[in-house]
């Protein structure tokens, strides 16, 4: 379900803005430090899981103004060079601000523990990020479906041409897609803490992740995007289950068999 | 016997069919063009023929082989040569180097492809240099392509599928876009080029038609609705009243 | 011989006896990875985001033989070679039909799919921690654990790499890359078919990427996770771009500035990579067209200020 928040958000900003963004990792992992730094700040991890997406969203939104409007007229290198110096930035950056070493951090105390189901024993942190992830999901896909804006933005993926004839600001629009991807991948990033923990890494492994996602699923096929992260999910629980060290690796090998079989990815149309 | 012929081709895009079941024949040594208004199929079909995608049904022969769903790029070796509607160059390419990748690919010599510098072909450069000429390009060949005006990338558009030295030209709408002189000079050397070739040539200008065509055929909504001499095309009620009043009103 | 080619003879000469000669070294080999990524970017058109799968995959499997079996240097640098030309065939035959940011996503994603394969495999690779102890056999009687016998012998392959990179740009085939990048539409429709070309395009600049690869397991004796990561990727990247990738020699510049930089930078702080990130972020907004363009821009800039100087007098 966490990748299918990443993929949405990544397919979002590929798809509206048409730029690669390599910085959707570091976007993900700044937003699990700023649930850390909010749990401290304010010390109540809901308050925190409220304000560091949104955190991340503003730093979205000041890095669309600043650093990625003036590059549409130029080509993908130099759109690609950008983020990809951006997340050196903020991956760097973590590091300079909490350290190179990842911490831990604990779900709070009402999520603590688990279900003994018998065979297994489930967290319930797990199940709760399961639902919240979903809830997520389906109330980006509700607001892109049932609302204006949405429509708005489903209409940039189609046509940008069409969207400024209709007298919308592009501009804005495209501020607003990448404000909204970034947080989605705030808060895929924020709701993992407690799950994985805190490195300063983990960005960069979620990243590879996003992208494979989003091939499997269609570029700007947002739909497509849900389905390929739960598909990619749970391959990796899968196959995590007989080999572990594989897992990740196998996730990549999945995305080459399936692209050889149908090299427009699992729902492209293009 | 005729050179180029299709069988019920048909080419649906979803609930669209941009072509329906055209049968055409286009003989040897003579000049066939298809008119029609914007939308009727024309390009479709040039695109069907050169292969740039497959046809949902019907068939394509070509000098009596099935071309039908070969790629593009091998039915441009098979000899068959087209000409884009939009100016379709490589614009940062030396005019002479636009026409000279064409020439080369259809000379084959890929024994040297890697090895041999690109100069040392002296008779593609020549092929290419001749196709210039017939065009009335040869005192640009070193300014890119980009840097010369519209009507010269339409002549240059034609110089790049003359390069490929073919036995059957595809043209499409080798005027658009073109002044009423630019068309005058673009209407002769078309007319020059009869003869030494088999042309095929998409048009809705009349004017242009009628003077350079052997056999002319009328394409609407995706389906060939006449075929004839100019003449008889021009006498044809049905399409007179289907649009060719429209056109010449024009 | 042109003009170029004797500024570049000059700076082999200089160059080690300018900086250190690891570093010297290093330039080299990294505009050689250069050279193959700029056969992609600036003739082909394709911005491959994965070019440190070839230099990676070249230098593990290199690196192996050499830790493992001492092999011959011409062994491992032709078995390079080939690995950097087979991945790249593997990952080109998955990318060559897409275009666009599809085609990035995905030379991306394969290279972490080989990231991630060496980062587990630890009992071949080292994982995390690299895979050192690799030798640097003598050939012909000379040492290569000298340091500056090894430039020479890295320069000379540089500049043998030059000469044949320039041999195919100058060749039919380097024409029609540039066809394709110009229009591929068209070049499909004169007759080539345009995957095949790109995926030999792919291979050729796998094999270049190979050969850096195995240099520089030789040159540090150990392949760290990070030459088989995106990092890497991007590092060439750069360095091509900041280049002019429009130009043939704009890698070799490139190259010049990256290593030049990185070096500086991690002097100055432990966590260059940022300021690395910055200099990229910098250069994209303010210094796009590369080094040459600059260098252009710089020259105008300066005749006009001499005319302006002139006309005042």
């Known amino acids: 379900m966490l990748y299918?928040?990443?993929?949405?958000?990544?397919?979002?900003?590929?798809?509206?803005?048409?730029i690669p963004n390599f910085a959707h990792g570091a976007l993900f992992a700044v937003g699990a430090y700023f649930l850390f730094s909010a749990i401290h700040a304010v010390g109540n991890f809901w308050l925190a899981l409220v304000l560091a997406p949104v955190g991340v969203a503003l730093?979205?939104?000041?890095?669309?103004?600043?650093?990625?409007?003036?590059?549409?007229?130029?080509?993908?290198?130099?759109?690609?060079?950008?983020?990809?110096?951006?997340?050196?930035?903020?991956?760097?950056?973590?590091?300079?601000?909490?350290?190179?070493?990842?911490?831990?951090?604990?779900?709070?105390?009402?999520?603590?523990?688990?279900?003994d189901l018998g065979f297994i024993f489930y967290p319930k942190y797990r199940l709760f990020v399961m639902v919240m992830a979903g809830l997520l999901v389906l109330a980006t896909w509700l607001f892109l479906e049932k609302t204006r804006y949405g429509a708005i933005m489903r209409a940039g993926i189609e046509s940008k041409e069409m969207v400024s004839l209709l007298g919308i600001d592009v501009h804005r629009l495209f501020t607003a897609a990448f404000a909204l991807g970034a947080y989605l991948a705030g808060i895929a990033g924020a709701l993992t803490a407690p799950i994985r923990g805190l490195s300063p890494s983990m960005g960069v492994d979620m990243l590879g992740i996003a992208f494979v996602v989003v091939a499997l699923g269609g570029l700007g096929n947002l739909l497509g995007a849900i389905a390929a992260g739960l598909i990619i999910g749970v391959a990796q629980a899968v196959v995590a289950l007989y080999w572990t060290e594989a897992s990740v690796a196998v996730i990549f090998a999945i995305m080459a068999a399936i692209l050889l079989v149908r090299p427009q990815g699992l729902f492209g149309i293009r | 016997m005729a050179l180029l012929r299709t069988e019920s081709l048909?080419?649906?895009?979803?609930?669209?069919?941009?072509?329906?079941?055209?049968?055409?024949?286009?003989?040897?040594?003579?000049?066939?063009?298809?008119?029609?208004?914007?939308?009727?199929?024309?390009?479709?079909?040039?695109?069907?023929?050169?292969?740039?995608?497959?046809?949902?049904?019907?068939?394509i022969v070509f000098d009596g082989r099935d071309i039908t769903g070969t790629p593009a790029h091998r039915i441009a070796h098979l000899g068959l040569a087209r000409s884009f509607q939009r100016t379709n160059v490589f614009p940062a390419l030396s005019i002479l180097d636009n026409v000279w990748i064409a020439a080369f690919a259809r000379g084959r010599s890929w024994r040297g492809l890697v090895w041999r510098r690109s100069d040392g072909y002296a008779e593609v450069t020549e092929r290419a240099r001749v196709a210039l000429a017939d065009v009335g390009l040869a005192d640009k060949a070193d300014q890119p392509a980009?840097?010369?005006?519209?009507?010269?990338?339409?002549?240059?558009?034609?110089?790049?599928?003359?390069?490929?030295?073919p036995r059957v030209l595809l043209l499409d709408e080798p005027a658009a876009g073109l002044s009423p002189d630019e068309t005058q000079k673009m209407v002769a050397l078309v007319r020059g080029l009869k003869g030494r070739y088999t042309i095929v040539l998409i048009e809705h200008k009349m004017d242009i038609i009628m003077g350079v065509s052997d056999r002319v055929s009328v394409m609407h909504f995706g389906s060939l609705i006449a075929e004839g001499t100019p003449a008889e095309i021009q006498r044809n009620p049905e399409v007179r009243r289907a649009y060719l009043g429209g056109m010449v009103a024009e | 011989m042109s003009r170029a080619w004797l500024a570049v003879l000059a700076a082999a000469v200089l160059l080690p006896m300018a900086v250190r000669h690891a570093l010297a070294t290093e330039i080299w080999i990294f505009a050689i990875f250069g050279l193959g990524l700029n056969l992609l970017l600036g003739y082909t058109g394709l911005l491959s985001f994965g070019q440190s799968t070839f230099f990676g995959a070249a230098a593990y499997v290199a690196g192996y033989l050499l830790k493992h079996y001492e092999t011959n240097v011409f062994a491992a640098l032709g078995v390079g070679i080939v690995v950097g030309a087979v991945s790249a065939a593997l990952v080109g035959y998955?990318?060559?039909?897409?275009?666009?940011?599809?085609?990035?996503?995905?030379?991306?994603?394969?290279?972490?799919?080989?990231?991630?394969?060496?980062?587990?495999?630890?009992?071949?690779?080292?994982?995390?921690?690299?895979?050192?102890?690799?030798?640097?056999?003598?050939?012909?009687?000379?040492?290569?654990?000298?340091?500056?016998?090894?430039?020479?012998?890295?320069?000379?392959?540089?500049?043998?790499?030059?000469?044949?990179?320039?041999?195919?740009?100058?060749?039919?085939?380097?024409?029609?890359?540039?066809?394709?990048?110009?229009?591929?539409?068209?070049?499909?429709?004169?007759?080539?078919?345009?995957?095949?070309?790109?995926l030999l395009a792919f291979v050729i600049g796998g094999a270049f990427s190979g050969l850096a690869g195995v240099l520089y397991s030789m040159l540090f004796g150990i392949v760290p996770l990070e030459a088989i990561g995106f990092v890497f990727s991007g590092n060439v990247l750069f360095a091509t771009l900041i280049g002019g990738s429009g130009?043939?020699?704009?890698?070799?510049?490139?190259?010049?500035?990256?290593?030049?930089?990185?070096?500086?930078?991690?002097?100055?702080?432990?966590?260059?990579?940022?300021?690395?990130?910055?200099?990229?972020?910098?250069?994209?907004?303010?210094?796009?067209?590369g080094c040459v363009e600059a260098w252009a821009r710089f020259w105008s800039w300066r005749e006009r200020r001499r005319a302006l100087a002139g006309i005042a007098q």
């Open chain 2, 146 to 165: 980009r840097e010369i005006s519209h009507g010269e990338q339409r002549q240059l558009e034609l110089a790049i599928a003359l390069a490929a030295a």
């Open chain 1, 59 to 115: 730093l979205g939104l000041a890095i669309e103004y600043a650093g990625i409007r003036p590059l549409y007229a130029a080509g993908h290198d130099y759109q690609l060079l950008f983020t990809f110096g951006l997340s050196l930035i903020l991956s760097e950056g973590i590091i300079v601000v909490w350290g190179p070493i990842g911490f831990s951090q604990l779900p709070p105390p009402l999520l603590r523990g688990g279900f």
């Open chain 3, 247 to 289: 130009s043939f020699y704009g890698p070799i510049i490139g190259s010049f500035v990256f290593i030049w930089l990185s070096e500086s930078v991690s002097v100055v702080w432990e966590r260059w990579p940022l300021l690395l990130g910055v200099a990229f972020v910098i250069v994209v907004l303010f210094f796009r067209g």
């Open chain 2, 10 to 59: 048909t080419k649906a895009f979803g609930a669209l069919t941009a072509v329906n079941g055209v049968t055409l024949e286009v003989q040897a040594g003579t000049l066939h063009s298809i008119i029609g208004p914007n939308g009727a199929g024309k390009t479709t079909l040039f695109n069907l023929l050169t292969g740039q995608f497959p046809p949902t049904s019907g068939r």
């Open chain 1, 4 to 18: 299918a928040l990443m993929g949405l958000g990544l397919s979002l900003i590929t798809g509206v803005l048409n």
């Open chain 3, 94 to 198: 998955l990318c060559v039909r897409r275009s666009g940011l599809y085609f990035i996503m995905l030379t991306f994603a394969l290279n972490q799919m080989f990231y991630f394969i060496a980062y587990q495999w630890t009992t071949v690779t080292g994982g995390e921690d690299g895979m050192p102890g690799i030798g640097r056999p003598a050939l012909l009687g000379v040492d290569f654990r000298n340091p500056l016998a090894y430039y020479v012998f890295v320069a000379a392959l540089f500049l043998l790499s030059l000469w044949i990179m320039q041999r195919i740009v100058e060749s039919p085939l380097g024409k029609i890359l540039q066809a394709i990048r110009e229009n591929d539409v068209r070049a499909e429709a004169v007759g080539y078919d345009v995957p095949r070309f790109k």
